[in-house]
């Protein structure tokens, strides 16, 4: 059996990381990079830092809008699959590239598997939940990482061929934390104590297009009295020079502007973070499962077990909430679960594909 694997972006090749490894062991596969992120830090570097396989195609689409970037990884993706002729196609959360290999591959009559599935933000201005929504219709076996995304599914008429198999991220945590804190020295690098700094990151298009949101957001930064670091994605540096913040942060006595990292620095300077800041879906779960308060600049979330259990909380772009929220925000601790299951969702995966369910 041949599987092909469509990734594109950063935290697809995490997610990637562990499934692909136990693929391997069964079956043929085949990774198909789409280049939705390609620059060195959200890219080559993952790859080597996670010993995944290099890809076999390397599409090379980057960056555009919406409708050309899924309609130029549609093109190319469909031709890979039409010379390779694989089995199945597995894709992995809600990018372009995740809906580009689905469409893709059911134009074909190739079966579709998505890892992530039922995600549901419930805003259908994210391009993000478009994506989830579309792609789960038309998968074939749908992976979803927990309980709520399972009764998301179960409300659509989606029952056939849906598992419960947990989160492909705790897997890659788990594996990688302990490698991370031996090979990473970014703690030194940086001259930063463990829990005297808040971690940033700051990267969607709602926030970054917007120049009153994305100023009340930097606004509220640069008031904060704390420490921040911020590793800031390629995006968010074009949205700091278009509406002239960027020297005004860069020379900040309290935000440490700093280029995009690697996983490994990411999992070491999360773990010790006191509280992370972020728009970033993946950053809200890894903040979750390694214990850390987050603050995340969106109105809605598709990782609603981290409101519930209340180590999450959504600001928006709300300069007074972030601000308040920044100096104020203690979880109590006691209600800290194992929502994302147990770290072995990759082999469950295989094991279902196997047939072993």
Known sequence: MKIATVVGARPQFIKMAPVSEEIRKHFDEIVIHTGQHYDYEMNEIFFKELNI???????????????????????KIEKVLIDEKPDMVLVYGDTNSTLAGALAAVKLHIPVAHVEAGLRSFDRRMPEEINR?????????LFAPTETALNNLKKEGIEEEVYLVGDVMVDAIYRNLPIAEKKSNIMEKLNLQSKEYVLMTLHRPENTDSKEKFRSIISAVMEYEGRIVFPAHLRT???????????????????????????????????????????????QKEAYVLKIPCITMRESTEWVETLEDGWNVLVGSDKRKILRMLREFEPKGENHRERFGN?????????IIRGEK
């Not at 860069?250 to 800041?277: C, H, Q, R, T, W």
């Open 133 to 141: 929504v579309l792609t789960d219709h038309i998968s074939k076996i």
């Open 53 to 75: 396989p290099q890809p076999d195609y390397n599409l090379g689409v980057g960056s555009g809008t919406h409708g050309y970037q899924t309609g130029e990884m549609l093109k």
């Open 237 to 283: 540096i074009k949205a700091l020079k278009k509406y002239g913040l960027y020297e005004i942060v860069e020379k900040s006595k309290n935000v440490k502007l700093i280029d995009p990292v690697g996983y490994f620095d990411m999992l070491v300077l999360e773990k010790n973070a006191n509280k992370i800041l972020t728009d970033s879906g993946g950053v």
């Open 343 to 351: 770290g072995k969702a990759a082999e469950s995966i295989v094991n």
